[in-house]
Protein backbone atom coordinates (compact mmCIF):
# COMPACT_ATOMS: atom_id res chain seq x y z
CA UNK A 1 0.00 0.00 0.00
CA UNK A 2 1.02 3.55 -0.78
CA UNK A 3 2.30 4.79 2.58
CA UNK A 4 1.71 8.16 4.82
CA UNK A 5 5.49 8.66 4.87
CA UNK A 6 8.65 6.58 5.78
CA UNK A 7 8.01 6.01 9.45
CA UNK A 8 10.13 4.20 11.52
CA UNK A 9 9.16 0.63 11.69
CA UNK A 10 8.24 0.89 15.36
CA UNK A 11 8.54 3.71 17.32
CA UNK A 12 9.84 2.80 21.02
CA UNK A 13 9.95 5.88 23.12
CA UNK A 14 7.07 8.14 22.41
CA UNK A 15 6.30 11.52 24.17
CA UNK A 16 2.42 12.40 24.31
CA UNK A 17 0.95 16.10 24.35
CA UNK A 18 -2.03 18.01 24.45
CA UNK A 19 -1.94 21.34 23.86
CA UNK A 20 -4.47 23.00 26.21
CA UNK A 21 -5.58 27.26 25.65
CA UNK A 22 -7.90 26.82 28.97
CA UNK A 23 -6.99 25.93 31.93
CA UNK A 24 -10.48 25.66 33.05
CA UNK A 25 -10.72 22.12 31.02
CA UNK A 26 -7.84 20.59 32.66
CA UNK A 27 -9.93 17.53 33.47
CA UNK A 28 -11.71 16.89 29.75
CA UNK A 29 -8.20 17.72 29.11
CA UNK A 30 -6.10 15.30 31.53
CA UNK A 31 -8.46 12.60 30.18
CA UNK A 32 -8.30 12.65 26.51
CA UNK A 33 -4.31 12.86 26.94
CA UNK A 34 -5.07 9.30 28.82
CA UNK A 35 -6.97 7.84 26.54
CA UNK A 36 -4.28 8.44 23.48
CA UNK A 37 -1.78 6.55 25.77
CA UNK A 38 -4.56 4.05 25.31
CA UNK A 39 -4.34 4.59 21.57
CA UNK A 40 -1.07 4.65 21.58
CA UNK A 41 -0.38 2.01 23.41
CA UNK A 42 -2.76 -0.48 21.48
CA UNK A 43 -0.63 0.32 18.26
CA UNK A 44 2.28 -1.17 20.70
CA UNK A 45 4.10 1.82 20.82
CA UNK A 46 5.99 2.47 24.09
CA UNK A 47 4.91 5.44 25.68
CA UNK A 48 7.70 7.67 28.07
CA UNK A 49 5.81 10.34 29.36
CA UNK A 50 2.45 12.09 29.22
CA UNK A 51 2.59 16.27 28.88
CA UNK A 52 -0.55 18.47 29.46
CA UNK A 53 1.02 21.38 28.11
CA UNK A 54 -0.46 25.39 28.31
CA UNK A 55 -0.51 27.96 25.79
CA UNK A 56 -2.22 31.31 25.98
CA UNK A 57 -3.16 31.35 22.57
CA UNK A 58 -2.95 29.56 19.19
CA UNK A 59 -0.20 30.18 16.65
CA UNK A 60 0.07 29.24 13.54
CA UNK A 61 3.40 27.71 13.11
CA UNK A 62 3.98 25.62 15.61
CA UNK A 63 -0.37 25.76 17.49
CA UNK A 64 1.35 26.91 20.98
CA UNK A 65 3.99 29.81 20.56
CA UNK A 66 7.91 29.32 19.78
CA UNK A 67 8.75 29.07 23.17
CA UNK A 68 6.63 26.91 24.48
CA UNK A 69 7.47 24.39 21.55
CA UNK A 70 11.63 24.85 21.93
CA UNK A 71 10.64 23.48 25.67
CA UNK A 72 8.33 20.97 24.58
CA UNK A 73 11.11 19.49 22.29
CA UNK A 74 13.67 19.51 24.58
CA UNK A 75 12.03 17.66 27.21
CA UNK A 76 11.30 15.11 23.83
CA UNK A 77 15.39 15.06 23.53
CA UNK A 78 15.98 14.79 27.19
CA UNK A 79 13.53 11.49 27.87
CA UNK A 80 15.42 10.13 24.53
CA UNK A 81 12.28 9.97 22.38
CA UNK A 82 12.24 8.88 18.57
CA UNK A 83 8.05 10.47 18.38
CA UNK A 84 6.14 13.16 19.39
CA UNK A 85 2.25 12.38 19.57
CA UNK A 86 -0.14 15.32 19.61
CA UNK A 87 -3.50 14.70 21.08
CA UNK A 88 -4.40 18.06 19.12
CA UNK A 89 -5.05 17.93 15.16
CA UNK A 90 -1.44 19.52 13.38
CA UNK A 91 -2.46 21.37 10.21
CA UNK A 92 0.00 19.48 7.54
CA UNK A 93 1.92 22.47 7.94
CA UNK A 94 2.49 22.16 11.65
CA UNK A 95 3.33 18.95 11.54
CA UNK A 96 6.44 19.94 9.00
CA UNK A 97 7.30 22.58 11.36
CA UNK A 98 7.23 20.15 14.04
CA UNK A 99 9.50 17.47 13.10
CA UNK A 100 11.84 20.58 11.34
CA UNK A 101 12.29 21.65 14.80
CA UNK A 102 12.27 18.36 16.80
CA UNK A 103 14.30 16.34 13.60
CA UNK A 104 12.34 13.12 14.90
CA UNK A 105 8.71 12.01 13.90
CA UNK A 106 5.59 13.80 14.98
CA UNK A 107 2.08 12.93 14.25
CA UNK A 108 -1.69 13.33 15.79
CA UNK A 109 -4.69 11.64 17.25
CA UNK A 110 -6.13 11.28 14.11
CA UNK A 111 -2.99 9.63 12.79
CA UNK A 112 -3.07 7.04 15.20
CA UNK A 113 -6.67 6.51 14.92
CA UNK A 114 -6.00 5.86 11.46
CA UNK A 115 -3.08 4.05 11.82
CA UNK A 116 -5.21 1.38 14.34
CA UNK A 117 -8.24 1.27 11.67
CA UNK A 118 -5.30 0.27 8.93
CA UNK A 119 -4.09 -2.27 11.72
CA UNK A 120 -7.71 -3.81 12.48
CA UNK A 121 -9.31 -3.63 9.06
CA UNK A 122 -10.66 -7.06 8.12
CA UNK A 123 -13.30 -7.09 5.53
CA UNK A 124 -12.82 -5.41 1.85
CA UNK A 125 -14.72 -3.01 2.48
CA UNK A 126 -13.05 -2.28 5.62
CA UNK A 127 -10.19 -2.36 4.33
CA UNK A 128 -10.92 0.29 1.09
CA UNK A 129 -12.89 2.63 3.50
CA UNK A 130 -9.40 3.11 6.02
CA UNK A 131 -7.22 3.09 2.68
CA UNK A 132 -9.53 5.99 1.55
CA UNK A 133 -9.45 8.01 4.73
CA UNK A 134 -5.25 7.64 4.76
CA UNK A 135 -4.87 8.71 1.14
CA UNK A 136 -6.83 11.58 2.14
CA UNK A 137 -4.66 12.81 4.85
CA UNK A 138 -1.56 11.72 3.36
CA UNK A 139 -2.11 14.22 0.38
CA UNK A 140 -1.24 17.51 1.82
CA UNK A 141 1.55 15.86 3.88
CA UNK A 142 3.24 14.70 1.05
CA UNK A 143 5.59 17.47 0.94
CA UNK A 144 6.58 16.80 4.41
CA UNK A 145 7.52 13.31 3.09
CA UNK A 146 9.77 14.39 0.49
CA UNK A 147 11.58 17.68 1.72
CA UNK A 148 14.69 15.70 2.95
CA UNK A 149 15.56 15.53 -1.09
CA UNK A 150 15.23 19.13 -1.34
CA UNK A 151 17.47 19.61 1.87
CA UNK A 152 20.06 17.18 0.74
CA UNK A 153 20.69 18.66 -2.53
CA UNK A 154 21.41 21.93 -0.66
CA UNK A 155 23.59 20.73 1.40
CA UNK A 156 25.25 19.07 -1.36
CA UNK A 157 25.93 22.12 -2.68
CA UNK A 158 24.24 21.22 -6.03
CA UNK A 159 21.76 23.92 -6.62
CA UNK A 160 20.50 22.18 -9.75
CA UNK A 161 18.65 19.21 -7.60
CA UNK A 162 16.70 21.84 -5.88
CA UNK A 163 13.06 20.96 -6.42
CA UNK A 164 13.98 16.98 -6.89
CA UNK A 165 11.26 16.72 -3.39
CA UNK A 166 9.43 19.34 -5.05
CA UNK A 167 8.83 17.17 -8.87
CA UNK A 168 8.70 13.99 -6.43
CA UNK A 169 5.63 15.35 -4.68
CA UNK A 170 3.99 16.12 -7.86
CA UNK A 171 4.84 12.28 -8.95
CA UNK A 172 3.12 11.42 -5.81
CA UNK A 173 0.14 13.46 -5.62
CA UNK A 174 -0.89 12.31 -9.40
CA UNK A 175 -0.38 9.03 -8.25
CA UNK A 176 -2.28 9.65 -4.72
CA UNK A 177 -5.48 10.73 -6.18
CA UNK A 178 -5.15 7.95 -9.10
CA UNK A 179 -5.62 5.31 -6.28
CA UNK A 180 -8.17 7.77 -4.43
CA UNK A 181 -10.57 7.54 -7.27
CA UNK A 182 -9.52 3.86 -8.05
CA UNK A 183 -10.39 3.34 -4.08
CA UNK A 184 -13.57 4.73 -4.34
CA UNK A 185 -14.59 2.63 -7.52
CA UNK A 186 -14.44 -0.58 -5.55
CA UNK A 187 -16.18 0.95 -2.53
CA UNK A 188 -18.97 1.96 -4.75
CA UNK A 189 -18.93 -1.84 -6.06
CA UNK A 190 -18.70 -2.91 -2.58
CA UNK A 191 -21.50 -1.04 -1.03
CA UNK A 192 -23.81 -2.25 -4.53
CA UNK A 193 -23.53 -5.34 -3.17
CA UNK A 194 -24.20 -4.42 0.44
CA UNK A 195 -27.20 -2.31 -0.02
CA UNK A 196 -28.52 -5.47 -2.09
CA UNK A 197 -27.85 -7.27 0.66
CA UNK A 198 -29.91 -5.17 2.75
CA UNK A 199 -32.85 -5.20 0.63
CA UNK A 200 -33.47 -8.26 0.87
CA UNK A 201 -33.56 -8.38 4.91
CA UNK A 202 -35.74 -5.30 3.84
CA UNK A 203 -38.40 -7.57 1.90
CA UNK A 204 -38.10 -10.23 4.59
CA UNK A 205 -39.91 -7.17 6.91
CA UNK A 206 -37.50 -8.62 9.97
CA UNK A 207 -37.27 -5.96 12.54
CA UNK A 208 -33.92 -4.63 12.80
CA UNK A 209 -31.99 -2.96 15.47
CA UNK A 210 -28.11 -1.67 15.75
CA UNK A 211 -25.72 -1.90 18.42
CA UNK A 212 -23.75 1.59 18.65
CA UNK A 213 -21.56 2.95 21.54
CA UNK A 214 -17.99 3.98 22.67
CA UNK A 215 -15.38 1.58 21.51
CA UNK A 216 -14.75 -1.15 24.49
CA UNK A 217 -18.25 -0.59 26.00
CA UNK A 218 -18.86 -4.25 25.42
CA UNK A 219 -20.94 -4.21 22.00
CA UNK A 220 -19.69 -7.11 20.51
CA UNK A 221 -19.56 -9.50 24.05
CA UNK A 222 -23.48 -8.14 24.16
CA UNK A 223 -23.96 -9.47 20.46
CA UNK A 224 -22.19 -12.66 20.87
CA UNK A 225 -23.96 -13.82 24.39
CA UNK A 226 -27.48 -12.78 22.64
CA UNK A 227 -27.24 -14.44 19.69
CA UNK A 228 -24.64 -17.66 20.71
CA UNK A 229 -22.02 -16.74 18.11
CA UNK A 230 -18.73 -15.82 18.73
CA UNK A 231 -17.62 -12.25 17.09
CA UNK A 232 -14.50 -11.21 18.22
CA UNK A 233 -14.96 -9.22 21.26
CA UNK A 234 -11.31 -8.04 22.92
CA UNK A 235 -10.51 -5.58 26.00
CA UNK A 236 -8.97 -3.22 23.05
CA UNK A 237 -9.61 0.02 21.43
CA UNK A 238 -11.59 -0.48 17.78
CA UNK A 239 -11.87 -4.23 18.10
CA UNK A 240 -14.78 -4.24 15.63
CA UNK A 241 -14.56 -2.20 12.40
CA UNK A 242 -17.26 -4.14 10.34
CA UNK A 243 -20.60 -4.43 11.18
CA UNK A 244 -21.92 -8.25 11.49
CA UNK A 245 -25.51 -9.10 11.88
CA UNK A 246 -27.24 -12.14 13.80
CA UNK A 247 -30.87 -12.93 13.93
CA UNK A 248 -32.02 -13.75 17.99
CA UNK A 249 -35.33 -14.71 19.28
CA UNK A 250 -37.48 -12.03 21.47
CA UNK A 251 -39.97 -13.23 24.23
CA UNK A 252 -43.00 -13.20 21.74
CA UNK A 253 -41.23 -14.91 19.35
CA UNK A 254 -40.47 -12.11 17.05
CA UNK A 255 -37.50 -12.04 15.42
CA UNK A 256 -34.82 -9.39 16.02
CA UNK A 257 -31.91 -8.96 13.42
CA UNK A 258 -29.06 -7.20 15.61
CA UNK A 259 -26.08 -5.55 14.20
CA UNK A 260 -22.91 -5.28 15.67
CA UNK A 261 -20.79 -1.82 14.40
CA UNK A 262 -17.77 0.19 14.72
CA UNK A 263 -16.93 1.79 18.27
CA UNK A 264 -16.56 5.68 18.23
CA UNK A 265 -14.32 7.72 20.40
CA UNK A 266 -14.07 11.03 21.13
CA UNK A 267 -12.48 13.32 18.57
CA UNK A 268 -13.30 10.74 16.27
CA UNK A 269 -11.29 12.09 12.85
CA UNK A 270 -14.26 13.60 10.55
CA UNK A 271 -12.54 11.72 7.56
CA UNK A 272 -13.21 7.80 9.33
CA UNK A 273 -16.99 8.97 10.19
CA UNK A 274 -17.43 10.11 6.39
CA UNK A 275 -15.43 7.11 4.98
CA UNK A 276 -17.32 4.41 7.82
CA UNK A 277 -20.50 6.10 6.75
CA UNK A 278 -21.98 3.34 4.71
CA UNK A 279 -20.83 0.97 7.45
CA UNK A 280 -22.57 2.96 9.96
CA UNK A 281 -25.65 3.22 7.69
CA UNK A 282 -26.63 0.39 9.37
CA UNK A 283 -27.53 1.95 12.34
CA UNK A 284 -29.56 4.85 10.84
CA UNK A 285 -31.77 2.48 9.12
CA UNK A 286 -32.08 0.57 11.76
CA UNK A 287 -35.40 0.29 13.81
CA UNK A 288 -34.62 1.50 17.15
CA UNK A 289 -30.69 1.42 18.39
CA UNK A 290 -28.94 -0.05 21.45
CA UNK A 291 -26.53 2.08 22.57
CA UNK A 292 -24.37 0.51 25.02
CA UNK A 293 -22.53 2.20 27.81
CA UNK A 294 -19.75 0.75 30.25
CA UNK A 295 -21.15 1.85 33.42
CA UNK A 296 -17.77 1.24 35.37
CA UNK A 297 -15.94 3.97 33.47
CA UNK A 298 -16.32 7.48 35.13
CA UNK A 299 -16.57 8.70 31.79
CA UNK A 300 -19.18 7.05 30.66
CA UNK A 301 -21.46 10.35 30.40
CA UNK A 302 -18.74 11.96 28.23
CA UNK A 303 -18.58 8.69 26.14
CA UNK A 304 -22.80 8.73 26.00
CA UNK A 305 -22.65 12.44 24.45
CA UNK A 306 -20.27 11.46 21.62
CA UNK A 307 -21.61 8.43 20.69
CA UNK A 308 -24.83 10.71 20.45
CA UNK A 309 -22.85 13.43 18.56
CA UNK A 310 -21.34 10.97 15.79
CA UNK A 311 -25.07 9.45 15.68
CA UNK A 312 -26.58 12.91 14.94
CA UNK A 313 -23.65 13.61 12.42
CA UNK A 314 -24.98 10.10 10.73
CA UNK A 315 -28.69 11.27 10.70
CA UNK A 316 -29.67 8.81 13.61
CA UNK A 317 -30.76 11.71 15.67
CA UNK A 318 -34.65 10.79 17.14
CA UNK A 319 -34.40 6.82 16.82
CA UNK A 320 -35.46 4.97 19.39
CA UNK A 321 -33.04 3.86 21.63
CA UNK A 322 -32.60 1.33 24.45
CA UNK A 323 -29.56 2.41 26.96
CA UNK A 324 -27.62 -0.53 28.12
CA UNK A 325 -25.37 0.20 31.51
CA UNK A 326 -23.05 -2.74 30.65
CA UNK A 327 -20.48 -4.27 33.09
CA UNK A 328 -22.23 -3.48 36.28
CA UNK A 329 -20.19 -6.46 37.79
CA UNK A 330 -17.69 -4.19 37.86
CA UNK A 331 -19.26 -1.02 39.56
CA UNK A 332 -18.81 -1.37 43.59
CA UNK A 333 -20.82 1.68 44.15
CA UNK A 334 -24.33 1.73 43.51
CA UNK A 335 -24.65 5.15 43.57
CA UNK A 336 -22.89 5.19 40.36
CA UNK A 337 -25.67 3.85 38.75
CA UNK A 338 -28.43 5.70 40.44
CA UNK A 339 -25.97 8.81 39.06
CA UNK A 340 -26.29 7.56 35.30
CA UNK A 341 -30.11 6.06 35.32
CA UNK A 342 -31.27 9.58 36.50
CA UNK A 343 -29.08 11.21 33.54
CA UNK A 344 -30.13 8.90 30.95
CA UNK A 345 -33.74 7.75 29.81
CA UNK A 346 -34.89 4.22 29.15
CA UNK A 347 -31.43 2.58 30.70
CA UNK A 348 -31.15 -1.12 31.16
CA UNK A 349 -28.86 -2.64 34.24
CA UNK A 350 -26.54 -5.21 32.51
CA UNK A 351 -23.90 -7.46 32.53
CA UNK A 352 -23.05 -8.64 29.67
CA UNK A 353 -20.12 -11.29 31.00
CA UNK A 354 -22.11 -12.25 33.74
CA UNK A 355 -25.25 -12.78 31.99
CA UNK A 356 -27.45 -10.16 33.83
CA UNK A 357 -30.67 -8.46 32.72
CA UNK A 358 -30.65 -9.61 29.54
CA UNK A 359 -34.70 -10.98 30.26
CA UNK A 360 -34.96 -7.20 30.19
CA UNK A 361 -32.84 -6.30 27.57
CA UNK A 362 -35.15 -9.63 25.19
CA UNK A 363 -38.50 -7.96 27.00
CA UNK A 364 -37.96 -3.62 26.33
CA UNK A 365 -36.99 -5.34 22.61
CA UNK A 366 -40.47 -6.43 22.35
CA UNK A 367 -41.94 -3.30 23.60
CA UNK A 368 -39.30 -1.23 21.15
CA UNK A 369 -41.41 -2.77 18.13
CA UNK A 370 -45.17 -2.98 19.40
CA UNK A 371 -45.61 0.23 17.47
CA UNK A 372 -43.86 -0.62 14.61
CA UNK A 373 -46.08 0.96 11.93
CA UNK A 374 -45.61 -1.21 9.26
CA UNK A 375 -47.00 -1.29 5.25
CA UNK A 376 -49.03 -4.20 4.08
CA UNK A 377 -50.24 -4.72 0.70
CA UNK A 378 -54.23 -5.94 0.63
CA UNK A 379 -55.98 -7.85 -1.95
CA UNK A 380 -59.91 -6.53 -1.77
CA UNK A 381 -61.85 -8.39 -4.00
CA UNK A 382 -64.49 -5.72 -5.71
CA UNK A 383 -67.43 -6.62 -3.91
CA UNK A 384 -65.74 -5.81 -0.85
CA UNK A 385 -65.96 -1.94 -1.26
CA UNK A 386 -66.47 -1.19 2.63
CA UNK A 387 -63.14 -2.82 2.81
CA UNK A 388 -61.66 -0.20 0.72
CA UNK A 389 -63.39 2.29 2.44
CA UNK A 390 -62.16 1.57 5.62
CA UNK A 391 -58.54 1.46 4.52
CA UNK A 392 -59.00 4.65 2.67
CA UNK A 393 -60.63 5.99 5.56
CA UNK A 394 -58.62 4.51 8.64
CA UNK A 395 -55.30 3.61 7.59
CA UNK A 396 -52.37 5.99 5.44
CA UNK A 397 -52.85 4.62 1.86
CA UNK A 398 -49.81 4.33 -0.02
CA UNK A 399 -50.84 2.83 -3.30
CA UNK A 400 -53.59 1.65 -4.88
CA UNK A 401 -53.69 -0.63 -8.62
CA UNK A 402 -56.50 -2.84 -10.05
CA UNK A 403 -55.76 -6.62 -11.12
CA UNK A 404 -58.45 -8.57 -12.60
CA UNK A 405 -61.36 -8.15 -10.42
CA UNK A 406 -59.16 -7.01 -7.22
CA UNK A 407 -57.76 -3.92 -5.57
CA UNK A 408 -54.48 -4.19 -4.43
CA UNK A 409 -53.64 -1.36 -1.66
CA UNK A 410 -50.57 -0.87 0.14
CA UNK A 411 -51.47 0.95 3.12
CA UNK A 412 -49.86 1.57 6.90
CA UNK A 413 -52.72 0.30 8.84
CA UNK A 414 -53.67 1.17 12.66
CA UNK A 415 -53.80 -1.67 15.08
CA UNK A 416 -57.72 -1.08 15.64
CA UNK A 417 -58.25 -2.50 11.97
CA UNK A 418 -55.19 -4.69 11.55
CA UNK A 419 -56.53 -7.98 13.01
CA UNK A 420 -59.92 -7.59 10.38
CA UNK A 421 -57.53 -6.73 7.53
CA UNK A 422 -55.07 -9.54 8.14
CA UNK A 423 -56.72 -11.89 5.50
CA UNK A 424 -56.71 -9.91 3.00
CA UNK A 425 -52.27 -9.39 3.28
CA UNK A 426 -51.07 -10.74 -0.29
CA UNK A 427 -47.81 -9.46 0.34
N1 LIG B 1 -16.42 -7.02 33.53
C1 LIG B 1 -17.09 -6.97 32.36
N2 LIG B 1 -16.39 -6.92 31.22
C2 LIG B 1 -17.09 -6.87 30.06
C3 LIG B 1 -18.50 -6.87 30.03
N3 LIG B 1 -18.90 -6.77 28.73
C4 LIG B 1 -17.76 -6.73 27.99
N4 LIG B 1 -16.66 -6.79 28.78
C5 LIG B 1 -15.25 -6.75 28.37
O1 LIG B 1 -14.97 -5.50 27.77
C6 LIG B 1 -14.02 -5.66 26.72
C7 LIG B 1 -14.54 -5.04 25.45
O2 LIG B 1 -15.62 -5.78 24.97
P1 LIG B 1 -16.07 -5.76 23.44
O3 LIG B 1 -17.34 -6.54 23.37
O4 LIG B 1 -14.95 -6.15 22.54
O5 LIG B 1 -16.36 -4.21 23.27
P2 LIG B 1 -16.84 -3.45 21.95
O6 LIG B 1 -17.79 -2.40 22.41
O7 LIG B 1 -17.32 -4.41 20.93
O8 LIG B 1 -15.48 -2.75 21.51
P3 LIG B 1 -15.02 -2.24 20.05
O9 LIG B 1 -15.34 -3.28 19.05
O10 LIG B 1 -13.58 -2.04 20.27
O11 LIG B 1 -15.74 -0.95 19.80
C8 LIG B 1 -13.76 -7.16 26.61
O12 LIG B 1 -12.58 -7.45 27.31
C9 LIG B 1 -14.96 -7.78 27.28
O13 LIG B 1 -14.67 -9.04 27.86
C10 LIG B 1 -19.21 -6.94 31.28
O14 LIG B 1 -20.44 -6.94 31.36
N5 LIG B 1 -18.44 -6.97 32.40
MG1 LIG C 1 -16.67 -4.78 19.07
Not at 67 to 73: F, T, W, Y
Not at 123 to 140: G, I
Not at 318 to 329: A, C, H, R, S
Not at 365 to 380: E, F
Amino acid sequence: MFEVREKPEMVERALLVRLSFNRREEDADISLLEELEELVSTLGVGVVSLELAWSRAMHRKYLCGTGKAAEIVELAHAHECDCIVFDNQLAPSQQREWEELAQICVIDREEVILDIFAQRAQTKEATLQVELARMQYALPRMARMWGHLDREGGAGGGGASRGMGEMQVEVDRRLARKRIDRIKRELASVRSQRATRRKDREKNDTPHAAIVGYTNSGKSTLLNILSGSDIMAKDMLFATLDTTTRSIELPDGQTLLLTDTVGFVRNLPHRLVEAFKATLEEAVLADFLIHVLDASDPRALEFFETTMHVLNELGAEGKPMITVLNKIDKVEDSKVLDNLQEKLEDTILLSAKESLGLDELRQQCTVMLADRVRSHCYRIPQSRGDLSAILHKEAKVMSTEYEGNDVLITAIVPAIIAGRMAEFICD
